[in-house]
C-alpha cells in the first residue's frame, strides 16, 4: 500500500491550500485517515482525522481553520487549510490504516510528505 500526497506548496499568509492523498496497492479497505505535520526542530503533532464514516477529530489549534475530508471511493483523503500562518509551515504527512483483505487486521501507514510553507 502507498500513499501518495499532493498540494503543497508556498503560499503567503491568510491564503489557502488544499492537500490530498490517496492510497494505492492491494486494498480491500481504507479505515481511519489523517494528517499530521512535522515543523523543523519539532515532534509531529496529530493535525486533524477522519473515520471510514466520515467522523473527525481536530487538533483545537487548528479547528475552524482546517477542514478534513475524504472521498471512500477514490480511498483519498483531503485538508481543506484556509487563513494560513507562518506557524502553519512544516512538512505535513497522510497517514491511513489499511486492510488489505477481509481476513486480516489493519496495518498502518504514512506518506511521505509534503511540504507547505507559509510566507508571512
Known amino acids: 500500500v502507498q500513499l501518495q500526497a499532493s498540494g503543497g506548496g508556498l503560499v503567503q499568509a491568510g491564503g489557502s491550500l488544499r492537500l490530498s492523498c490517496a492510497a494505492s496497492?492491494?486494498?480491500?479497505?481504507?479505515?481511519?485517515m489523517g494528517w499530521y505535520r512535522q515543523a523543523p526542530g519539532k515532534e509531529r503533532d496529530l493535525v486533524a482525522t477522519?473515520?471510514?464514516?466520515?467522523?473527525?477529530n481536530y487538533a483545537d489549534s487548528l479547528k475552524g481553520r482546517f477542514t478534513i475530508s475524504r472521498d471512500n471511493a477514490k480511498n483519498t483523503v483531503y485538508l481543506q487549510m484556509n487563513s494560513l500562518k507562518p506557524e502553519d509551515t512544516a512538512v505535513y504527512y497522510c497517514?491511513?490504516?489499511?486492510?488489505?483483505?477481509?481476513?486480516?487486521?489493519?496495518?498502518?501507514?504514512w506518506g511521505l510528505g509534503t511540504q507547505v510553507t507559509v510566507s508571512s
Open positions: 497517514n491511513a490504516d489499511v486492510r488489505y483483505a477481509a481476513y486480516v487486521t489493519n496495518r498502518n501507514y
Open positions: 496497492g492491494r486494498i480491500y479497505r481504507v479505515n481511519d
Open positions: 477522519i473515520t471510514s464514516s466520515g467522523s473527525t
